[in-house]
């Protein structure tokens, strides 16, 4: 025994040593030298900042004491501060805020029942009855802002180098941020505004002076993150600029939000989550954090400097994150129109006050919005590619997660561009964003006669393929981020099907993070995309405790995109189970036959030996899913169906199986799947048409199935 045990010892700790030296080679894959000195001693500066606050901070010394916002006042009094906050001399956070009373006028003309929808959301949070991620919890008479409304487990007021950000048993940190992230704050300063309730202005107060009694900065998990930070100061200062009128915003109300302020500004100046790996939504929170502040506080001390430092940088970052075909480089639809909200803000903010920003800048926002034009199906929603936790920095209006259709009447004010009016309705959230000036510009653009049409974004490798009422997406993309990753899931090849007023085939969301590993992982996985794995291997590489990273990255080739008034093809490929021990390449071919209204996905494997192969169906919920003859699979509702169906004569072995989509972070819905699998020996051919039709119109699938391939 004394002899093998230090042997096995030694084995175990050289396994973790080479583990650790893997994943330290995986982090500096693709960086420069100067990009890993640069990261090595900006986590060293950061290391030593954060041990010199948990050594020097106490819960009493970290408020923002009187005399330290005097000394930011820069000698002007409280009361001239107030005075200019009050008469909105600052400038607002949008130009719709700038004269409110207007903007309450157009509102009460155009959107009649947004007053009473406004005063019912905001009776709601009086009661304390708040939702997080679209479910109202009632958080009692006191809430408790450390605390995880839905698994009621709460943190610890700990420093925030300190605070763990899992606790277990179902808890999730997610959860907790999102309600401190004060999104609710908004809801209740747009029904103050649009009926003059002085409850709303009291209770705005209450929370705001609760949470900083309960949030010492730099204790407890609502300071562990610095995005979190950023989003809170927005939203805080949105509400703020919707109660200026209230007789309740005193002299020392408006001095309990400056001190909230600085403190948020300071912690995210000092936290900055910037990487020269790969900085992420998360940096950009940062930057628009301080720049909101900086711009909307300018009798602060800091605030100059604040919106000095953020502007150009919030340009490098579009420059690094956003490709050149204008789709966000995370690689995920939600965390794109997060990341477009971020812009559009700072964009707008930066022409109300008078920065100037050069013309390239402007032409890749509006290839952002481009995207999203192209993106959103026939009823106006969003595909779930890639992860979504429902983040946005701003909702004037709440709507259902997937709704992304409002960014549309942003963009044709914004950039004044009819390829964005794709109707004459102008959605409310403009009016909040632009005002009566943002109104007038809407309707001296004219209605867009161009639909959107079928769409290849290459730099992303997104391809929509769409026609009517028809709409598929495909995705191609790498991990994201230049391969690093963070947000993407196993799901290479896989497609998006929409006909005839509903999705049919769909990526299955996200519905939790940290909460639980085995649901982050599942709902990621190959087999909740519409795409075929191998040998029950995932596409990428799922490490279970690595819930925001994949293994090496997975990029496809694309080998041809061809866009006709006829039909669409996509030809492309992935070598992800090259790393079988008996190498598989997967090649997939999907034409969308426009006239027929058809989609035919031709699968080709190439390598060597005899594998398992499964072709997966996800379908949305709330679809009734069954096996019919010839091997065909239907899911349909009262008003349409689609059948998939083989087109080649292979002994498959057909199952439905059970499966959940998540609408929105943190909520599961029951669905189905239909798996078709084989062994086959390579080379190997496999096609399936995709049918969607009307009910009644079933003669379709059987003519298409009759005709030679």
């Not at 003059?196 to 309960?214: G, K, N, P, T, V």
């Not at 979190?228 to 200062?237: H, L, T």
């Not at 930057?287 to 490098?316: C, H, N, Q």
Request: glycine fraction near 6%; proline fraction near 4%.
């Amino acid at each position: 025994y004394r002899q093998v045990a230090p042997t096995g010892l030694r084995c175990c700790k050289q396994k973790t040593v080479l583990k650790q030296l893997s994943k330290i080679r995986e982090k500096l894959d693709g960086m420069t030298p100067q990009e890993i000195a640069g990261e090595l001693l900006l986590r060293a500066k950061r290391r030593a900042t954060r041990a010199f606050c948990r050594a020097n901070d106490s819960l009493d010394s970290v408020y923002i004491s009187d005399k330290d916002l005097r000394r930011s006042l820069k000698g002007q009094s409280l009361a001239d501060a107030a005075k200019r906050i009050r008469e909105r001399r600052s400038p607002q956070l949008t130009a719709g805020l700038s004269d409110l009373a207007r903007t309450t006028e157009i509102i009460k003309q155009f959107f009649p029942d947004s007053i009473d929808l406004a005063r019912r959301e905001a009776d709601q949070i009086l009661k304390h009855r708040i939702k997080v991620f679209g479910i109202a919890y009632d958080l009692g008479p006191l809430i408790d802002w450390h605390s995880d409304p839905h698994s009621q487990m709460r943190w610890p007021l700990e420093h925030y180098t300190r605070v763990p950000l899992r606790l277990g048993q179902g808890a999730d940190v997610r959860q907790v941020w999102e309600l401190n992230r004060m999104c609710h704050l908004t809801t209740l300063g747009r029904a103050y505004a649009l009926t003059s309730d002085e409850r709303y202005a009291e209770e705005f107060l209450l929370q705001i002076a609760s949470w900083y009694e309960e949030n010492p900065p730099r204790f407890g998990t609502n300071w562990t993150v610095a995005m979190e930070a950023a989003i809170r100061a927005v939203n805080i200062i949105a509400a703020t600029q919707m109660f200026l009128a209230s007789p309740q915003m005193t002299d020392e109300a408006i001095e309990l939000i400056l001190k909230l302020m600085l403190a948020h500004g300071r912690f995210i100046r000092a936290n900055l989550e910037f990487s020269y790996r790969t900085a992420s939504n998360h940096y950009l929170s940062d930057l628009i954090g301080l720049f909101v502040i900086g711009m909307t506080m300018p009798d602060l001390k800091e605030s100059r400097a604040w919106a000095r430092y953020s502007a150009p940088r919030l340009l490098d970052e579009m420059e690094r994150q956003i490709l050149s075909d204008g789709v966000d480089y995370e690689g995920s639809t939600a965390y794109h129109r997060f990341v477009l909200e971020i812009f559009a803000i700072f964009f707008s903010m930066s022409q109300s006050g008078g920065i100037e920003l050069p013309g390239r800048y402007w032409e890749r926002l509006e290839n952002m919005f481009d995207f999203v034009r192209c993106y959103l199906k026939p009823d106006g929603t969003a595909p779930m590619i890639g992860d979504s936790d429902d983040g946005r920095l701003i909702s004037f209006k709440e709507r259902p997660v997937a709704d992304h259709s409002y960014l549309m009447s942003i963009a044709a004010v914004l950039l004044e561009n009819e390829a964005f009016k794709q109707s004459s309705r102008l959605d409310e959230e403009a009016i909040w964003w632009f005002g009566e000036e943002g109104r007038e510009a809407f309707e001296s653009v004219p209605v867009s006669e161009q639909k959107p049409r079928s769409q290849a974004f290459p730099d992303a490798q997104i391809f929509i393929q769409r026609a009517n009422d028809l709409y598929a997406i495909i995705d191609c993309g790498d991990h994201g981020a230049r391969g690093r990753g963070s947000h993407a899931h196993s799901d290479a090849l896989s497609i998006e099907v929409f006909a005839f007023g509903r999705t049919f085939l769909r990526d299955p969301g996200t519905f939790v993070y940290t909460a639980s590993n085995r649901w982050r992982n599942l709902f990621r996985s190959t087999a909740y995309h519409n795409t075929v794995r191998v040998d029950e291997k995932e596409i990428s590489i799922i490490d279970e405790e690595q819930l925001f990273v994949l293994g090496p990255n997975v990029r496809p080739r694309v080998n041809a995109w061809e866009s006709t008034d006829a039909r669409d093809v996509l030809d492309a490929e992935h070598d992800a189970y090259q790393r079988l021990a008996e190498q598989v390449l997967h090649r997939r071919i999907i034409t969308f036959d426009k006239r027929e209204a058809f989609w035919m996905i031709e699968d080709q494997f190439t390598g060597e030996g005899t594998h398992q192969f499964e072709f997966f169906f996800n379908f949305d919920s709330g679809l009734e899913v069954s096996i019919e003859s010839d091997r065909r699979a239907v899911a349909r509702d009262e008003r349409a169906a689609i059948q998939i169906a083989p087109a080649t004569a292979d002994s498959f072995q057909i199952k439905i199986t059970s499966r959940w989509v998540s609408p929105s972070y943190g909520t599961r819905l029951h669905s189905s799947a239909i798996m078709y699998g084989l062994q086959a020996s390579v080379p190997f051919k496999n096609v399936f048409l995709i049918v969607p039709y009307r009910i009644g119109d079933e003669e379709k699938v059987k003519t298409l199935l009759a005709a030679p391939r």
